[in-house]
């Protein structure tokens, strides 16, 4: 599996998405965003702690 996005920019795209009222649950973003999913949780051991660090 190739990850293409950096920490850097999975945290961007979160907030990004926060920002424009988009939904954020895994679900969704699975659904809609499976590269951004993907991502996360190569980073990250779990969506909702990418969404911790996304909100700091």
Do not use: C, T
């Amino acid at each position: 599996m190739e990850i293409s996005m950096g920490a850097d920019e999975v945290i961007n795209r979160i907030k990004q998405l926060q920002s424009n009222g988009e939904p954020i649950s895994k679900k969704q973003v699975k659904q809609h965003d499976p590269e951004l999913m993907r991502s996360a949780l190569f980073y990250f051991p779990s969506w909702e702690q990418a969404l911790k660090n996304a909100d700091h």
